[in-house]
Each structure stands twice: as structure tokens, then as C-alpha cells.
């Protein structure tokens, strides 16, 4: 449980606003208010002093106020939290994604700064706590627990145990972030164990990671005191979960979206344990769908009640995290509230945070600015060279990384090469591109090279440092001139997205912030991430977002068939395997 | 929020039987799992290991246990929490109530040890906690906020803020104990403030009590933080509490009962802030209706959902105060649970304690034993003589304090005295008694005198060291002969009740830990009570039970007319008043 802090003085003052001694520094007047508390709506108005809820009186003209906003009979609900999201995922700075959603009616959120722990470690880590100090935004941490995700890749950092400790104590983290190494829980292994324990000790709580998990695993996974789960796919699989005292957060983001499936099970006594996450969230998607917002219309739409539905966007969060002045609009807490004029097709028209109106119909009042300096960029690039992209032909056969559209598992598939002097080339003929993942951290000089099908790439090259876990810089691209181009575009820009062809760069994002945000506002990165699907799909990618996909070719925790920068890895045997493969293997490839 | 605490080894072998590789403890089998997580009734095994739960499944045999209990298909749920209960009004030691409440189905209650530290300050609270040390029964503590209760008064401690804030970090501490004074907290009174504000930063939960207090002053009392009420005495009082944010613990128990008038606010929606309660629970009542499990069955009875009736006993009351592994059967939960035959007539047939069968069909496995050395019991009364109960005619009428049936309000009634040899004497034509209040925890000499009605004595007097809050030594008589024999019997135990008439002791029952407990089992106390009662009864007394009446008659927080050591308190002026009324009062007493 996270301290309600209120100074005795300060308590003092808010008392007498709220027994009618002194005004309010705000009265809302006119509301029906959403009372996530009881699961009622009623008139009322609310009285806001020093950025706390001072009172909430049935009959309007209670309470005095310096300032009086009139409702109108708009619905006031508390504002939305989202349970667990990867704020690197918008590619924009905290301060600009509060900009972005603070007008979607979202005040908190529980972030895991896994990617750029990833990169820069704990400094980080705390680069988003200081990037996120004083934003209208409460943006709550949850500190990484699998940095980095496996041995089979180099990563910018490794938190242990310690690193963790260390930022326990910060008034804004609430306990161990994702344990996305199921096994290493289920079966026990010191580190895993020794991070949920870290949490438990500190009174707050370890989040998991669990998807697909169920039977005797699952009960090992709970029995660790993990407490919440992000990954269920199914119905089933979510109800299990809830049995097994996870509170099930439903996903609905960019990279994954789980609330149709799991709808079903949520109802007037399965509310309380179910939330919503993000998880990722695009910044076109922000821009043209929403956040929160767009999930509570969305399960509106399915017919869910639509205060259950805030239930779960607000106090469900709130209480499970511990912020028990969070959540909810009663005295006492923090005046985060949203207005809005539909409650079956819910569009926020004011977002009050902390007392502020600090968004109204879709503007937000003053746009926060970052002024905190990032870590230290360094893309540790190699020197490349069109041979630091060329495949030596030492086999027949190779294992070629086929990306399913709108999945972020591949398949495994044994092609014939096509080869030229010696060395293996693309093949667009049947959508067989080169791929490649440069280590851009320790200057290992590392460059993982392999074969990729799905994009349908014609011509040029794709590059992006977003390549989760690690994040380092992934090529796809037709020849190795311009795969190197792409390359060395990014490692220009100190990270970044770029899509070139014939020797001409045809569109880039710098992303200089641990070559995963940008230092622009969201509008901008989402026109010109629109300008990068251009052109890829002028040079043939079907793909609705390569870069996207490509974000994932390297993370080796997803199956089935990945590359890093120390080389393929075989996910289901979760250990580097060959790019060719032997003849045996050759004769045994069934014929069609 | 309480730590989940588990070992890094220990949790590591939990999770080997978690997973199915190591024999549980105990495998419970062939019952039916009520999961209050999700409100659904399912045929479950459940393996224990360790005193928590491994796993739950849904097939039998799924895990392997050193031991096998077959349920026969009898219903298993968390064994049951009460919400707020003072241990004291047992009359019992933790050993012995532990002994009498575990075959009722309850393994935990969260008890403000309020009469011992208006008796022993923090001695008292302590010994609480070292009296309740490693029983099966889990006692929380709530640190008492309330001492003295008044001015009024003379108590045996005071609590101040630093006082609280040396118990605090005790891991059986859950936060500060009823807000009583809520005047105080209203008004921003400094040292109400302090005790807020010092459980809030401790993270901990500040407990509420706020009778019949509603609209802007329980604003202001919710503005404080305090985040629970368990003094509603009607629907709608309990709704706005619901709404204004606090968990409303609906109070059953033997001076005050609630379920009846509050059992139409409990709905789907509204049942996850409700909690079950006891507050008090005198021996005859715990041992011939029950604890939790009474309550449970009376509303089920009365309509309610039994699975909602079971979480307001169980997970709603645990996650309320951060319990985040109680009141649940879920993996890593603490495997305190209970089996029954009949959801609508719940009888519990084990209570298993951290994975102990503590009970069975109404009998303790093992009876608990008091180790622990009470503080030093020292009944301070002074030298008593006849005169100490003689009061000086100085008026021709009086202030008599009017008790009624069944409550612990009092009224105010102004009657014509009845004097001899210049001596205002008991009228028990009229059922007007004497009534004495002596100080007895500092040597002060104060003994208040004064008038009361409705006990109908009509010969010998009762005296008892259990009157709240400071239990200073209350005697009820008809003369003062009896009256100092009665007080010198209890003063002579060490504290106790007593009847006497004629120079004769009726009956007594020594309660010689700080006056308030017996050290004997709870069904010698309750046959005590008995024998006491029918004592009273003999002398003529029409109330049900006056020694529970004369408890209240010196408490100067509850209306009317109240007598402490320091005399009459008109509680509606909130002072000393004299016994006598001046000319002019009389001559304003209305005739009939």
C-alpha cells in the first residue's frame, strides 16, 4: 500500500473546505457522478482543494468555491489508469505522452520502463522517473525484472536484485515489473525468486507474465505471490487465472489486442480482480483510436456495463497497485477526473488532474514540455561495410524466419538458397530478404545475419533500433548495399527508423533517445512513421507496419525462430542453432 | 499493503510442490471450493505445503500429499476475518478466545486492544501482542487512538503520537485504531491529525467511528484518510459512508447489532466494501451463537448470497487492510480454511490454521495456554469506607442517570431526592439507586457519586472493574454498607464483577489481567456470568444484563448523563455537571 501523503498542516486546511468552513479552490456543479465506490450514478457536485477531492455533496450550491465549472449534466468519473504499459512504445517522452493522452481522459498510468532499461539500465530507468517528476500525468514504475531477457543476445545493461533494490524506496515505484521469465519462476531459479521476494519484502507487488500458462505451472507462477497477468489470450485461460488470485489485466494495444476474448468473463463479481492495460501503444493508434478511453468504448460497445467498464479503467487499478487515494472521486483523494457526455460511447470532454483542468475537448491546457537530459546516447555501431552484410554460402539449405502479418510469433522454414559468387542473396522472387542484427551497445562488433520472408520487399532496405528486447539495430533489406545505407542511416541519427533505396534514403525518424523516442511531439512522429509505411509499401512490403514486425524478429522469447546479434536462435530448443542447415536435416525436409 | 513474506528457500520448495514435483503436506480432496476471488462454487483438491497453499486443482489426484483429507464432498472456503473486534470484551485472553472462536471458522480478526490501553497504555498493547504470539489464530492490531477517551476522566495511560509510532513497524500492526474522537478529526484538532497522518505514511490503514455523522462533517472525517466505519446504524447512514469511500464493517456483535438495518446495502456491486464485524462479543454469546459464522448464518438467512456473505467475511475484509495472501484459496495464500456442510446453514464442521487442522466439530485440536506474564495488576482503589459512598444532601433534587433496556445511551432525568439524617439515599420505590465511579489506576482518590435508574435492585449492589473507556471500578447499589463491600470484593481480585447483598457476596468472577480478563477458559467465564447474572436477578434487577449496562454508565462519550471519578458529565455539553440541579433548574422541571 502506497502512503496517502498528506502533510498535517495541508490536512488541516482541506478539512475546513470540506465541512463548509472555507471554499473550495474548484466546485464541479451539474454532474451526474460515476461512483465506481457503490457502482451508482447520481447527481452530485465536487469540491477540489490543494488538488484533492474536498467533498462530494448531493445538492448543487453545497459547497463555496473560488472557481465554479458548470456540467451541464455531463457524467464526472475518476480518471483513467492504465494497469501496465511501456511508455517507449508511443516513441515519444513521458511529457509528450502525457500530451497525447491526458485529452483521452488518462491521469495515471503503471508504466515498465522495460525497453530503455534495456539500453541505458538503471540510469534508464531513472531518466523516466525523472522525465516523468512533476508532469500532470502520474506515471507510477514498476522496475524491470528480466534485463536482459536471455543470455542469447547483448544487451545495454543487467539488472540484478540489487540495481532493483536500489530504486525501491522512489515514492513512484510499486514493485517489480513483468516476471517474463515464467520458467525461471515456475522451476525456482535464484534470481527470479529472489526479485519476487524483493517485492513482497518492500509490501508491494510483483507483476507477471504468464502467457499460455495454465495447469500446475500456473499454480507454481501465483505461488511465487505474483499477483497479475497481462497475457491471456482466451477466455479460459483468464478465468484460470482469476481462480488462481491473478488480477487479470486486459490487454487491448497496438502489438496485441486481447479484450474480445476475454470479455466473456467479466462480470458483476469478476470486475473487481480485472483491469486495463495497454501494454504497447502505437503512436498512430494514441493519435486516431485513443488510450483507455478507446478500450472502455470499445467493451461498451460489446455490451459491458459502462460503469463495470470504468470500474476497471479506474478503482479496480487503483486498489489492486495499492493507491489507495487513487481511483475513485471521494474526499480525500487526488481530484484526477475525467467529464464526458456519452456514457455508452465515451468521448472525455475535461480531464482535471491533480485539481487542473488540464485537457479539454481534445487540447490539453499547456502542453508539458522534457526538459531533463537523456542518458548518453552511444550507438556503438561497427564500421560497416557491404561485407558486414554478406552471407557466406556454406549450405545448400538455410533456416529462413518467416513473419506471420499481425503476429509477433515467425515460423521456422528450410528454403534453398538462392547464391551468387560464393554468397547467399536475396530471392524477392519468393520473398526471401537478408536480414541483419548489429549489436550497437558494447561494441562487440557482433552482427547476427539471416534470412527473413513475409515482407515482400522489392527493392532497398528497412533499419530500426527498436528491436525488443535489446534493442539492437535490425536491417531487412534486399541487397547489402543498401541494408549497410539503412544502417548506417540509423547509427547517424543516434537511433532511429529509416527505409532506403537504390542509395536513396527515403524517409527517417531519428529517435535519439536511447534510439527508441523521439524528442518531438507525438502529432510528428506519428506523420512521419505514416511517411515510413509509405514508403515501404512503395517498395512492395505488404506488411501493414514492417517496422513493427521487425521490432520483434530479435526478441528470442517469442517462438519460434528469432536472430539476435550472437545469431539465430531456435526458440523452442531456446538456444542458437545454425543458419544452414546439415545435410541430414536437408534430407529430411518432407517433400510437397 | 503487508508484505507477502516467504524465504527465498522456503518459497523455492513451495514451488516444487506448486508444480507437482515434491509431495505436499496435505492434499484436501473431494471437496467444493467456494473461490470468493471469482463468486463461483467448483469441485476442487487443495495441496498445502508449508502452512500456504501449493495449488488448487480442479481433478482429484492431481497433486500427491503426505497426507490426504477426503471432504466428502463438504464445501471449503478462507477461514473467516473479523473486521474489528476489542479481544478484551471476551473477557478471556487471546490464548482462550483463540480456543473458543477457531471451531467457529475464524482464523484471523483485527482487534484494537482500546480497554487494555486506557488500562496499561502500551504495556497493554503489548502484552496483547505478545499474548497473541504464535497462535493458531491470527491476531492483527490496530494501535489504540483514543486514550483517555477524554478529560473527563482519569484513565491509567494516555497515548500520544510518538507512543503509536514505536509499535508501528510490529508486522502484526496493520494501522491505527478507531478515529473515536471525530470532533477532533473534523475540526483539524492537532493530535487526531498527527495519528492520521502517522498511519499514512506508514502506508497502514487508519480505522474510522463515526456514529450517526453524515453529510459535510463525514466529508471532512473522510478527508482525513481514514478509510472504514463500523458504527452505522441504518441503510442509508451506511450507503453514504459506501460512497464517501469507506469499507463499512457491518457490526454484529452483543452490545450492538446492525445486520438487520444493513443488509439492504449489500449487492453485487456494493458487497466488495463491506466487511463483517463484531466490535464486542461477550463469553455467553460467542459460545452459544457463534462469532463470524453467526453472522454468515444470519444473512444468509436473511436472503443474502452465501458466497457474497462468505467474502464480506473473508478476501473483502483482507484486502481491505493489504492481507494480500489471507482470505483467499489461491497459491501462496496462507492456508488458513474451513469446511462446512450447508451454504445456507453454515456450520463449520475444520478450521485449518496455516495448514493445520486447529479444529474439529466445535473442539480445538489442542488447546491454546497463556505463557505470557500480564502486565502488573494494580487496582490503585482508595481506603473505602461506608462514608466514601455517602452523598451530602446539599439540593432537594438531582440529575439521575436513566438506563435503558438494550442501550448504551442514557437519559437525563431531574428527580426529587430522597434524604435521611441530611444524606440523599437510594429510593427503590422509585428504582433510584446509588451509583459510584472510583478511580483506580493512579491513587488519585477520586470516587464520583451520583443517582441512577432502571437497574430496579431493590436490595445489595454489583460492582465491576469493566466500565469504558478508562474501567474505573463502577458500583451499583442500594446502600452504602453493600456498595463498599462490593467494591472492596472486586478490589480485593484484582478487578472483577461481583455481586453482594446484605453483607454477603453473591457471586464474583476475578478478571485479573488489568481488570478486564480472566485468566480462565472462556466457558468457565461464560458459567461465571450465568451464576452472576442470576444473582442480579435475585436482588431484582429487570435488566437483562446490568453488568454490560453499568460497562457504558461511565463513558462520557456516548449521550446523556454519564458518571466518571470525576463526577456527572452532561455528554451534550460535553462537561462536569453538578448532581444536584440549582433553585431555578427546579423550578424550570416541567410538571406533569
Same mark, same amino acid.
Given at each position: 500500500?502506497?502512503?496517502?501523503?498528506?502533510?498535517?498542516?495541508?490536512?488541516?486546511?482541506?478539512?475546513?473546505?470540506?465541512?463548509?468552513?472555507?471554499?473550495?479552490?474548484?466546485?464541479?456543479?451539474?454532474?451526474?457522478?460515476?461512483? &465506481?465506490?457503490?457502482?451508482?450514478?447520481?447527481?452530485?457536485?465536487?469540491?477540489?482543494?490543494?488538488?484533492?477531492?474536498?467533498?462530494?455533496?448531493?445538492?448543487?450550491?453545497?459547497?463555496?468555491?473560488?472557481?465554479?465549472?458548470?456540467?451541464?449534466?455531463?457524467?464526472?468519473?475518476?480518471?483513467?489508469? %492504465?494497469?501496465?504499459?511501456?511508455?517507449?512504445?508511443?516513441?515519444?517522452?513521458?511529457?509528450?505522452?502525457?500530451?497525447?493522452?491526458?485529452?483521452?481522459?488518462?491521469?495515471?498510468?503503471?508504466? %515498465?520502463?522495460?525497453?530503455?532499461?534495456?539500453?541505458? #539500465? +538503471?540510469?534508464?530507468?531513472?531518466?523516466?522517473?525523472?522525465?516523468?517528476?512533476?508532469?500532470?500525468?502520474?506515471?507510477?514504475?514498476?522496475?524491470?525484472?528480466?534485463?536482459?531477457?536471455?543470455?542469447?543476445?547483448?544487451?545495454?545493461?543487467?539488472?540484478?536484485?540489487?540495481?532493483?533494490?536500489?530504486?525501491? %524506496?522512489?515514492?513512484?515505484?510499486?514493485?517489480?515489473?513483468?516476471?517474463?521469465?515464467?520458467?525461471?519462476?515456475?522451476?525456482?531459479?535464484?534470481?527470479?525468486?529472489?526479485?519476487?521476494?524483493?517485492?513482497?519484502?518492500?509490501?508491494?507487488?510483483? $507483476?507477471?507474465?504468464?502467457?499460455?500458462?495454465? !495447469?500446475?505451472?500456473?499454480?507454481?507462477?501465483?505461488?511465487?505471490?505474483?499477483?497479475?497477468?497481462?497475457?491471456?489470450?482466451?477466455?479460459?485461460?483468464?478465468?484460470?487465472?482469476?481462480?488462481?488470485?491473478?488480477?487479470?489485466?486486459?490487454?487491448?494495444?497496438?502489438?496485441?489486442?486481447?479484450?474480445?476474448?476475454?470479455?466473456?468473463?467479466?462480470?458483476?463479481?469478476?470486475?473487481?480482480?480485472?483491469?486495463?492495460?495497454?501494454?504497447?501503444?502505437?503512436?498512430?493508434?494514441?493519435?486516431?483510436? !485513443?488510450?483507455?478511453?478507446?478500450?472502455?468504448?470499445?467493451?461498451?460497445?460489446?455490451?459491458?456495463?459502462?460503469?463495470?467498464?470504468?470500474?476497471?479503467?479506474?478503482?479496480?487499478?487503483?486498489?489492486?497497485?495499492?493507491?489507495?487515494?487513487?481511483?475513485?472521486?471521494?474526499?480525500?483523494?487526488?481530484?484526477?477526473?475525467?467529464?464526458?457526455?456519452?456514457?455508452?460511447?465515451?468521448?472525455?470532454?475535461?480531464?482535471?488532474?491533480?485539481?487542473?483542468?488540464?485537457?479539454?475537448?481534445?487540447?490539453?491546457?499547456?502542453?508539458?514540455?522534457?526538459?531533463?537530459?537523456?542518458?548518453?546516447?552511444?550507438?556503438?555501431?561497427?564500421?560497416?561495410?557491404?561485407?558486414?552484410?554478406?552471407?557466406?554460402?556454406?549450405?545448400?539449405?538455410?533456416?529462413?524466419?518467416?513473419?506471420?502479418?499481425?503476429?509477433?510469433?515467425?515460423?521456422?522454414?528450410?528454403?534453398?538458397?538462392?547464391?551468387?559468387?560464393?554468397?547467399?542473396?536475396?530471392?524477392?522472387?519468393?520473398?526471401?530478404?537478408?536480414?541483419?542484427?548489429?549489436?550497437?551497445?558494447?561494441?562487440?562488433?557482433?552482427?547476427?545475419?539471416?534470412?527473413?520472408?513475409?515482407?515482400?520487399?522489392?527493392?532497398?532496405?528497412?533499419?530500426?533500433?527498436?528491436?525488443?528486447?535489446?534493442?539492437?539495430? &535490425?536491417?531487412?533489406?534486399?541487397?547489402?548495399?543498401?541494408?549497410?545505407?539503412?544502417?548506417?542511416?540509423?547509427? $547517424?541519427?543516434?537511433?532511429?527508423?529509416?527505409?532506403?533505396?537504390?542509395?536513396?534514403?527515403?524517409?527517417?525518424?531519428?529517435?535519439?533517445?536511447? #534510439?527508441?523516442?523521439?524528442?518531438?511531439?507525438?502529432?510528428?512522429?506519428?506523420?512521419?512513421?505514416?511517411?515510413?509505411?509509405?514508403?515501404?509499401?512503395?517498395?512492395?512490403?505488404?506488411?501493414?507496419?514492417?517496422?513493427?514486425?521487425?521490432?520483434?524478429?530479435?526478441?528470442?522469447?517469442?517462438?519460434?525462430?528469432? +536472430?539476435?546479434?550472437?545469431?539465430?536462435?531456435?526458440?523452442?530448443?531456446?538456444?542458437?542453432?545454425?543458419?544452414?542447415?546439415?545435410?541430414?536435416?536437408?534430407?529430411?525436409?518432407?517433400?510437397?
Amino acid at each position: 500500500m502506497k502512503p496517502f501523503i498528506l502533510d498535517p498542516e495541508e490536512m488541516k486546511r482541506l478539512l475546513a473546505v470540506s465541512r463548509g468552513d472555507t471554499p473550495a479552490d474548484l466546485v464541479l456543479r451539474g454532474g451526474q457522478l460515476v461512483n &465506481v465506490l457503490t457502482g451508482e450514478i447520481y447527481p452530485a457536485e465536487v469540491a477540489i482543494y490543494g488538488g484533492r477531492i474536498a467533498g462530494v455533496a448531493e445538492r448543487d450550491g453545497t459547497y463555496k468555491g473560488n472557481t465554479i465549472v458548470e456540467l451541464g449534466g455531463e457524467f464526472i468519473a475518476p480518471g483513467f489508469i %492504465d494497469a501496465h504499459v511501456h511508455l517507449e512504445s508511443s516513441m515519444v517522452l513521458p511529457a509528450e505522452f502525457a500530451n497525447a493522452v491526458l485529452p483521452r481522459g488518462t491521469t495515471s498510468v503503471v508504466s %515498465d520502463p522495460h525497453e530503455i532499461a534495456n539500453v541505458h #539500465g +538503471l540510469d534508464g530507468i531513472r531518466f523516466m522517473l525523472k522525465a516523468s517528476e512533476g508532469l500532470p500525468l502520474r506515471v507510477f514504475v514498476m522496475l524491470s525484472s528480466c534485463v536482459p531477457a536471455t543470455d542469447m543476445e547483448t544487451s545495454g545493461a543487467r539488472l540484478g536484485v540489487g540495481d532493483l533494490a536500489s530504486l525501491l %524506496d522512489h515514492p513512484r515505484v510499486l514493485g517489480i515489473a513483468e516476471m517474463m521469465n515464467y520458467p525461471g519462476v515456475v522451476n525456482g531459479v535464484d534470481d527470479m525468486v529472489q526479485k519476487a521476494a524483493l517485492g513482497h519484502t518492500a509490501g508491494l507487488r510483483v $507483476d507477471g507474465h504468464v502467457p499460455l500458462v495454465r !495447469g500446475l505451472p500456473l499454480q507454481a507462477y501465483a505461488s511465487a505471490g505474483i499477483s497479475s497477468d497481462h497475457e491471456s489470450v482466451s477466455a479460459p485461460e483468464a478465468l484460470e487465472k482469476l481462480r488462481s488470485g491473478f488480477q487479470v489485466l486486459i490487454r487491448e494495444g497496438s502489438t496485441a489486442r486481447n479484450l474480445d476474448a476475454l470479455l466473456p468473463i467479466v462480470n458483476e463479481r469478476t470486475a473487481r480482480f480485472c483491469s486495463f492495460a495497454t501494454d504497447d501503444r502505437q503512436p498512430d493508434d494514441l493519435e486516431t483510436q !485513443g488510450h483507455i478511453d478507446y478500450i472502455i468504448r470499445k467493451a461498451t460497445a460489446q455490451g459491458l456495463d459502462p460503469v463495470l467498464a470504468i470500474q476497471l479503467a479506474t478503482i479496480n487499478t487503483a486498489r489492486h497497485f495499492g493507491l489507495d487515494d487513487l481511483g475513485a472521486i471521494a474526499p480525500g483523494y487526488h481530484a484526477d477526473l475525467v467529464t464526458f457526455k456519452d456514457l455508452r460511447d465515451l468521448h472525455v470532454t475535461r480531464t482535471f488532474a491533480g485539481g487542473q483542468l488540464v485537457a479539454q475537448d481534445g487540447q490539453v491546457a499547456a502542453r508539458a514540455t522534457n526538459t531533463v537530459m537523456p542518458p548518453i546516447n552511444n550507438m556503438l555501431v561497427p564500421d560497416l561495410t557491404e561485407a558486414s552484410f554478406r552471407i557466406p554460402a556454406t549450405g545448400s539449405h538455410a533456416r529462413v524466419i518467416q513473419a506471420l502479418p499481425e503476429q509477433i510469433v515467425t515460423r521456422s522454414m528450410p528454403v534453398e538458397v538462392r547464391v551468387q559468387d560464393g554468397e547467399v542473396v536475396a530471392d524477392t522472387q519468393r520473398d526471401i530478404l537478408k536480414i541483419a542484427v548489429i549489436e550497437r551497445h558494447k561494441r562487440t562488433g557482433n552482427i547476427g545475419l539471416g534470412l527473413v520472408s513475409g515482407f515482400s520487399l522489392r527493392a532497398g532496405a528497412l533499419a530500426s533500433s527498436i528491436a525488443h528486447d535489446s534493442h539492437n539495430l &535490425v536491417v531487412v533489406g534486399v541487397t547489402s548495399e543498401d541494408m549497410m545505407l539503412a544502417a548506417r542511416t540509423v547509427a $547517424d541519427m543516434g537511433g532511429g527508423i529509416c527505409a532506403v533505396s537504390g542509395g536513396q534514403v527515403l524517409g527517417k525518424l531519428p529517435l535519439t533517445v536511447a #534510439g527508441l523516442m523521439s524528442d518531438q511531439p507525438l502529432e510528428h512522429v506519428a506523420t512521419e512513421m505514416r511517411r515510413l509505411l509509405q514508403a515501404s509499401m512503395s517498395l512492395g512490403c505488404t506488411l501493414a507496419n514492417p517496422y513493427m514486425a521487425m521490432a520483434f524478429l530479435a526478441l528470442p522469447v517469442i517462438p519460434e525462430l528469432k +536472430l539476435t546479434d550472437m545469431g539465430l536462435v531456435d526458440v523452442m530448443r531456446f538456444a542458437i542453432c545454425p543458419l544452414f542447415l546439415t545435410a541430414d536435416e536437408v534430407a529430411a525436409i518432407p517433400t510437397r
